[in-house]
């Protein structure tokens, strides 16, 4: 088990709001690990020798959920081979059977950091980075798929966390510098 005073903020928003941006900020300033569940699903499709490689790739073009039992396992051993006392969890959980599952086995959340963004803003940035980033699901169609999946299955999670008076949003429709002052607001006023 983690040590008691394992502080985990879920790191939330629609895909390409800049939860991976904002999190490298806090990274530098606050000393947080980082872990981000779809970077730990692409490294474990690439490890030799995984047996999930072809159902995480196929999962991930589709903009399905991966099934839970093996993020939640990538993230757990993350964790307890970082040997540190606070994380942000980036990207997880989106559905709510992972969220129910993660905080009974694994940690329960602090709070949640939601950068909210409209979908034709994040449209803009993921074609843009898809001009670069390889990832198969910076096209048009995968895109799509990706936001459906968010306003179906991952947005119910946010407002879960917000009935429980949890969650903590930043709006991402400004630099990303001015999110930041923001996003560091919200850490300041929860974890220091
Ligand atoms: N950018 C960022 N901030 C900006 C700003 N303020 N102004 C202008 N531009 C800004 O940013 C995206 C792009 O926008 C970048 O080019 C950036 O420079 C620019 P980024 O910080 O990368 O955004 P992020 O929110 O991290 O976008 P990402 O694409 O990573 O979000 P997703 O949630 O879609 O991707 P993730 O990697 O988390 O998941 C991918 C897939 O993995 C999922 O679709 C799913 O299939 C699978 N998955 C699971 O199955 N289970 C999980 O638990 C998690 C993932
Ligand atoms: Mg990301």
Redesign the pocket.
Known sequence: PLPDDTTVVFVL?G???????QCANLVRDYGFVHL????L?RAEQNRSGSEYGELINS??KE????PMEI?IALLHKAMKEAHSSRFLV?????KMD?ALKFEEEVCEGKFILY?ECPEEEMLK??L??GETSGRV?DNIESIKK?FQ?FKDTSFPVIEHYEAKGKVKTVS?L???ED?YADTKKVIDELVG
Do not use: E
């Open positions: 928003g895909p390409g709001a800049g939860k991976g941006t981000s569940a779809g970077d699903l999962y991930i903009g399905q959920i991966v993020t980036d990207g997880f959980p989106r992972q950068f940035r993921l843009k980075r699901d990706r999946t991402c400004k630099s990303v999110v």
